[in-house]
Structure formats: structure tokens, C-alpha cells
């Protein structure tokens, strides 16, 4: 089993930045990779970005250059550093980890104001 609490969402303003964070609990050593998921109201959960336990990363092609997502193995925590944000960025932000299942966590609130 393995838990996982987001935070550091909030309000912003367009152009500006916010980091999430992520923080993992129970059976961390099972991990295959991490990821960071959003979903907008009225659209599907789309895949943000991705990265593995050796650092290997992915983005989506609308967050690519904008987006940086990072992980702390010490402190078993992901983040994702938001910059440049843009209104159509606004969504819940769920941290999801890969196991031999998903594991999700409740999701955090981004607004970004126009």
C-alpha cells in the first residue's frame, strides 16, 4: 500500500509560478515511477509529467519548457516547479505513483487568473 498527499496549490496569476509537492508514505520501495496528472473541469485526466526512479522525465507537450518535475528520494517526495502558467492551466493536480497498480493521491487545486 502507498499514500500519497499533495500540496502547494493555490491562486496565481497568469505568468506566474507555483510548486507542488508530493509526498509518498508505506510501500516506497515498490515504486516503478511517479507521475503528476491534471484534471479540468469538463475534460479527462490527462498525464502532466512523469519521471522514474532514475531521473528519466517526460511532459506533456503543452507543459514542456514551463514545467520541471523533480524528486527527493531522500525525503520520498515528488514536486512539480510551475512556471510561466497560463489560464488553461487551471485543474486539480493529482500525484499518481506506479506500483503493480496505480496509487493516487486527492488532488490539489491550481487556479490561474487571467
Known amino acids: 500500500q502507498v499514500q500519497l498527499v499533495e500540496s502547494g496549490g493555490g491562486l496565481v496569476q497568469a505568468g506566474g509560478s507555483l510548486r507542488l509537492s508530493c509526498a509518498a508514505s508505506?510501500?516506497?520501495?515498490?515504486?516503478?515511477?511517479m507521475a503528476w496528472y491534471r484534471q479540468a473541469p469538463g475534460k479527462q485526466r490527462e498525464l502532466v509529467a512523469i519521471?522514474?526512479?532514475?531521473?528519466?522525465?517526460n511532459y506533456a507537450e503543452s507543459v514542456k519548457g514551463r514545467f520541471t518535475i523533480s524528486r527527493d528520494n531522500a525525503k520520498n517526495t515528488v514536486y512539480l516547479q510551475m512556471n510561466s502558467l497560463k489560464p488553461e492551466d487551471t485543474a486539480v493536480y493529482y500525484c499518481?505513483?506506479?506500483?503493480?497498480?496505480?496509487?493516487w493521491g486527492q488532488g490539489t487545486q491550481v487556479t490561474v487568473s487571467s
Open positions: 499518481n505513483a506506479l506500483t503493480t497498480i496505480h496509487y
Open positions: 508505506g510501500n516506497i520501495f515498490s515504486i516503478n515511477h
Open positions: 519521471i522514474t526512479s532514475g531521473s528519466i522525465t
